[in-house]
């Protein structure tokens, strides 16, 4: 069982930026996937960003530019860097730890919401 935490959801004001932690703990895979997806009020859950634990990283093209993700393997934390937030990134923010037999672990979510 794998156990997902995360920190550093808030308030930001358009333009701003925010810095989203998930840190992975149980019995971690060595070989993962570890991401970011998000849920907006009344949309389905898309993809933000992902990385391997090789470090290969994919974007949504909605944040492409503006998202930086990035791990520590050695922490098995998972970071999402976003910056020139827009309103539009309004929703809850879900890390996500996929192994290698494709089965999903969840975060409990954090709210990034973005208003002047």
């Known amino acids: 069982q794998v156990q997902l935490v995360e920190s550093g959801g808030g308030l930001v004001q358009p333009g701003g930026s925010l810095r989203l932690s998930c840190a992975a703990s149980?019995?971690?895979?060595?070989?993962?996937?570890m991401g970011w997806y998000r849920q907006a009020p009344g949309k389905q859950r898309e993809l933000a960003a992902v990385?391997?634990?090789?470090?290969?990283?994919n974007y949504a093209d909605s944040v492409k530019g503006r998202f930086t993700i990035s791990r520590d393997n050695a922490k098995n934390t998972v970071y999402l860097q976003m910056n020139s937030l827009k309103p539009e990134d309004t929703a809850v923010y879900y890390c996500?730890?996929?192994?290698?037999?494709?089965?999903?672990?969840w975060g409990q979510g954090t709210q990034v919401t973005v208003s002047s």
């Open positions: 996500n730890l996929r192994d290698v037999w494709l089965r999903d672990n």
């Open positions: 990385i391997n634990s090789g470090g290969s990283t």
């Open positions: 149980g019995r971690v895979p060595s070989t993962n996937a």
